[in-house]
């Protein structure tokens, strides 16, 4: 769907907290991109709202996620952003219920999980159920903005691969360890996409030891053409 509200249309499409640079990039059939904020803690939200706002997105908040599942159903948003614990049925709960459920329409709509939980079972839990990107709390405006561009902009990657751009260690290797374990499709293909084209050093030699260990012919053959990369026997 279009703008939720046509006045929407005329109003500013940034606001005074607006970071050069970071703003929200551009998708198909909406002016601003839709996010759907899925988070109990009225104050939270509202700080979330305002500085997405400024920042070109539209949002659309939700208290629990069995809300947030009919919202996304609904309206299709360009990103889902949902918490561990939630209000009702947990975060894992809800990411997995998008990615496995019967509606095809939403599998693959990009899912960012912001909690406080710090702990690498967590975090893994939640690469494992389907998440695509993970922000620990607390988090600074730039971490968030980010996060969402990263998200929004890699549209059908498999998950978790656009968590190795995460500038989080620990989330990148966890997120690498569960590509490795799940081999989604289409994995080998990103993989060979970052590897050539990542902006950070770490992410590029992440993807091309990851193609290594997958070691199937796909892999071999995109490591074969990689510049720098010493021809395997």
């Known amino acids: 769907g279009l ?3 046509f006045s929407h249309q005329f109003r500013p499409l940034y606001g005074r907290f607006r970071v050069l640079g970071e703003e929200a990039p ?3 059939g909406r002016r601003r991109p839709l996010v759907l904020l899925a988070e109990a803690d009225h104050d939270v939200s509202e700080l979330v709202t305002l500085i997405a706002d400024s920042n070109g997105y539209e949002i659309q908040t939700e208290i629990t996620n069995m809300q947030a599942l009919e919202s996304v159903k609904t309206h299709l948003p360009d990103l889902l952003v949902t918490n561990v614990k939630g209000r009702g049925v947990d975060g894992n709960t809800l990411v997995n219920q998008i ?3 019967l509606d095809s329409g939403i599998q693959h ?3 960012v999980m912001m909690d406080t939980r710090r702990r690498q079972h ?3 839990e939640a690469f494992m159920c389907g998440t695509d990107d993970y922000l620990a709390k607390p988090y600074d405006v730039l971490d968030l903005l980010r996060c969402w561009r990263r998200a929004i902009s890699s549209l059908r990657r498999p998950s978790p691969l656009t968590a190795l751009i ?3 260690g620990v989330v990148r290797q966890i997120a690498l360890s569960v590509l490795l374990e799940k081999r989604p499709d289409g994995v080998v293909d990103g993989l060979g996409q970052l590897a050539m084209t990542g902006d950070d050093a770490y992410v590029r030699a992440a993807a091309r030891w990851a193609l290594r260990r997958f070691g199937t012919t796909a892999a071999l053959e995109i490591l074969a053409k990689l510049p720098g990369v010493r021809a395997l026997a």
Do not use: K
């Open 3 to 5: 703008e939720p509200s």
């Open 109 to 111: 709509i990009p899912i």
């Open 26 to 28: 551009v998708v198909a």
């Open 122 to 124: 967590d975090i893994r």
């Open 99 to 101: 990615r496995h459920g």
């Open 166 to 168: 995460n500038p989080d």
